[in-house]
């Protein structure tokens, strides 16, 4: 079993900072991609930023110059650096990551978390 938990988010005022990390446990093989999404009411789940394993990032540009997202291999976990916050980053911001399990290592499969709601007050 692979579990992701969330942690870190929270409300905060416009121009203010959070940050989100996201833990992977269970019987974890290789972790490849790892990311965020976020998911508003009455709105499709986005992608907010992923990281390959060897670093490389990307963004949606509604983020890019404000949330930065790094990791820890070791630790198998995903970090989410929120700076400059809006009211439109109000969501929920789930944890994906993309790992092959000990018990199917043949194969990649997709991991979420339960989600962390981020509200941002004007």
């Known amino acids: 079993q692979v579990q992701l938990v969330e942690s870190g988010g929270g409300l905060v005022q416009a121009g203010g900072s959070l940050r989100l990390s996201c833990a992977a446990s269970?019987?974890?093989?290789?972790?490849?991609?790892m990311g965020w999404y976020r998911q508003a009411p009455g709105q499709q789940r986005e992608l907010v930023a992923a990281i390959t394993s060897g670093g490389s990032t990307k963004y949606v540009d509604s983020v890019k110059g404000r949330f930065t997202i790094s990791r820890d291999n070791a630790k198998n976990t995903v970090f989410l650096q929120l700076n400059s916050l809006k009211p439109e980053d109000t969501a929920v911001y789930y944890c994906?990551?993309?790992?092959?399990?000990?018990?199917?290592?043949?194969?990649?499969?997709?991991?979420w978390g339960q989600g962390t709601q981020v509200t941002v007050s004007s």
């Open positions: 269970g019987s974890i093989f290789s972790i490849n991609a």
């Open positions: 994906n990551a993309e790992l092959t399990t000990t018990q199917a290592m043949g194969a990649t499969f997709m991991y």
